[in-house]
Nanobody, 116 residues
Framework: QVQLVESGGGLVQPGGSLRLSCAAS????????MGWYRQAPGKERELVAT?????ISNYADSVKGRFTISRLRNMVYLQMNSLKPEDTAVYYC????????????WGQGTQVTVSS
């Protein structure tokens, strides 16, 4: 059974930094894509950044130049710099497998709060 476990959330002041980590386990296949999504109160879940095996990455416009996604095997990281109050949300790790069908797996979420 695939499990994703996130860590690294917390409270930070505007302009500060945080690093999120996600460890995926339980799959005998390498995930095609891993990434981070977030959901703020009263809003829908949105893509933050994704990375394909290797170094091809994709970012939401709102985080470009501030966030960096990286991956090592079944670990994925999100370095978040110059954080803003609007970055406050629950951040979810995602891992996607394409085996004919597409399988999406999610972590339990980690809270990031940007506030002075």
């Amino acid at each position: 059974q695939v499990q994703l476990v996130e860590s690294g959330g917390g409270l930070v002041q505007p302009g500060g930094s945080l690093r999120l980590s996600c460890a995926a386990s339980g799959s005998k296949y390498s995930f095609n894509t891993m990434g981070w999504y977030r959901q703020a109160p009263g809003k829908e879940r949105e893509l933050v950044a994704t990375i394909i095996s290797g170094s091809i990455s994709n970012y939401a416009d709102s985080v470009k130049g501030r966030f960096t996604i990286s991956r090592l095997r079944n670990m994925v990281y999100l370095q978040m710099n110059s954080l803003k109050p609007e970055d406050t949300a629950v951040y979810y790790c995602n891992a996607r497998l394409r085996l004919g069908e597409t399988y999406d797996y999610w972590g339990q979420g980690t809270q990031v709060t940007v506030s002075s």
